[in-house]
């Protein structure tokens, strides 16, 4: 018995691992029985007691499957590794329970696609491990180990191509871009290597199955055979799909394309203020105002000779480079509130107030006169720096005026008939995005509607649940909307506050 005594610490976790040595106690499949041996000496030896069927099946049971939830299966796995200690054929019986023959081949094959990365790897056949000698027993206990990194790595891979399968295209989304972010994702998180045909098939299927309803529908009805097409002509038969125009989409689809520069470009905090506070700074002594629309307002903007080679575009067969600020771009807004409130702060009047909302702008007045004085000096102050404006969006001088949804007065502000019909005319949503379109347009007046907060409750709570489409409400949500649209006609006028007079507090 002196032969089978463990090894010096540093070579053997059983005696320097807390974990090895405490699934190492108990009744367990390896049961460790003290015993006599020839010298009088008391030694615990390891004795196999295998798993039964009974208890094979209390553990597998209310469990998900591997595929359905494989992290959840590799922590049940390792707890039971760590609690009970189970042998080399206790550990095959239970990677058969857990496991389908695809899954746990799979694991096989990665264990041993990593032998060398490992100092153990999974036998193919039972080794018949002597538990008593330290050697053997580190390999089981390594074995284990190795098993369950397998099972973790396995599992990340199909927490990913779970993750693949829900990238759908979006509303706005070009097929091109969206047949990018599958091959982005897929070599990033899948290996994949378009060079090889099952990546590609990959690809195709994707593609095909989560790109819009259109597009989806004229490749299983008009191409039946697509997955054997090439990734450009996939492609470009979706573009045709979705423009109509084939020809067209093939000659001028790039033209605008600015993604390649977007990529390079680290994006500019735009800094909007909110429509609320833009309202409620409207002076209330203003009696007059004047609205005006800069038109194609990032072509107002001059882009400098040096940076003009950034913006490349083909029209016709012919190269040309953006020297206005281009639509694309994704710090054209950024650069052009920057620019344009640079223009507009050293404009000074007579007796106004001007407020911008991006390339909104309203003039308030105190009365009918300077209204008509100031009013001049903007348009000529802006057409001076090169900005330009939509003729027949202009209100000027009046009395009362629509801005961003809001009918300006004297001192007050309401929601325009207008966003009030587009909202009451909404008809019953069917989709969690029409609901929370809904919502959003109410939310945006949500200072008139009395008790908002109570009405939406209801309905906000539908955006969040698990529910399939198409949506069908309950009787209660049905009347919170109905509710919801009753509010607007009986909508107050706010009068703006009057920062010059006295501020009280009383305190009871």
């Known amino acids: 018995m002196q032969g ?31 015993e006599i041996g020839r010298n009088g000496d ?81 036998p193919s056949q039972d080794p018949e491990w002597d538990y008593n000698n330290p050697e053997d027993y580190l390999q089981l206990y ?25 990238i759908k295209q979006k509303e706005e989304e070009t097929p091109s871009r969206f047949m990018d972010r599958i091959i982005e ?3 990033r998180y899948l290996d994949w290597d378009l ?51 084939k020809e067209k989409e093939e000659e001028n689809y790039d033209d605008m394309d600015l993604r390649a520069v977007n990529n390079h470009v680290i994006k500019r905090h735009s800094v909007v203020s909110n429509i ?58 950024s650069l052009f509130e920057q620019i344009l409130s640079q223009d507009t702060d050293n404009i000074k009047f007579k007796n106004s107030k001007l407020i911008k909302y991006v390339d909104d702008l309203l003039l308030a007045s105190t009365d009918a006169e300077t209204c008509q004085e100031d009013s001049k000096h903007l348009l000529l102050e802006l057409h001076k720096i090169g900005h330009k404006i939509s003729k027949d ?31 009451q005319n909404l008809s ?3 989709t969690k995005k029409q609901l929370r379109a809904i919502l959003g347009a109410a939310g945006f007046c949500r200072q008139w509607i009395p008790c908002y907060g109570e009405v939406t409750k209801l309905l906000i709570a539908v955006t969040r649940d698990p529910v399939p489409e198409p949506l069908k409400l309950e009787p209660e949500h049905l009347s919170a909307l109905s509710d919801l649209k009753k509010g607007y006609p009986v909508c107050p006028c706010s009068r703006n506050p009057r920062l010059q007079q006295a501020i009280y507090f009383v305190c009871t």
């Open 276 to 333: 609320n506070t833009i309202i409620f700074s409207i002076p209330s002594t203003a009696t007059y105002f004047t609205v005006v629309d800069l038109c194609s307002a990032f072509f107002s903007i001059p882009i400098h000779e040096n940076s003009r080679d950034i913006f490349p575009f083909t029209w016709k067969g012919c190269e040309y480079c953006w020297s206005l600020l281009p639509q694309g771009f994704v710090d054209s807004p």
């Open 42 to 122: 008391v030694v615990t030896l390891r004795h196999r007691i295998p798993f039964t069927p009974q208890e094979i099946n209390e553990f597998t049971r209310n469990i998900s499957t591997y595929e359905q939830d494989p992290f959840l299966v590799t922590k049940k796995m390792g707890d039971i590794f760590f609690q009970y200690n189970p042998s080399y054929k206790d550990v095959e019986n239970l990677l058969q329970a857990f496991l389908s023959e695809r899954e746990k081949n799979k694991i096989i094959a990665h264990v041993n696609k990593t032998r060398g990365h490992n100092a153990a790897h999974l």
């Open 393 to 423: 969006k202009v209100q000027w001088c009046l009395p009362k005026v629509e801005y961003l949804g809001f009918i300006l007065s004297a001192g007050a502000h309401l929601i325009s008939p207008k966003r009030i019909e587009n909202i």
């Open 4 to 34: 089978r005594s463990c090894p010096p610490r540093e070579t053997c976790p059983c005696q320097t691992d807390p974990q090895v040595q405490n699934s190492t106690r108990g009744l367990f499949p390896l049961r460790e029985v003290p």
């Open 428 to 430: 019953a949503p069917t």
């Open 142 to 166: 390594r074995c284990r180990e190795v098993i369950l990194m397998a099972m973790k790595e396995c599992a990340d891979s199909i927490d990913k191509w779970m993750e693949l399968e829900k």
């Open 185 to 187: 994702f897929g070599e």
């Open 195 to 245: 060079t090889k045909e099952n990546s590609l098939r990959q690809v195709r299927r994707i593609f095909v199955n989560n790109s819009c309803k259109a597009i989806k529908n004229y490749f299983r009805t008009q191409f039946p055979r697509w997955s054997d097409m090439d990734l450009e002509e996939l492609r470009k038969t979706a573009i045709y799909v979705l423009k109509g125009n």
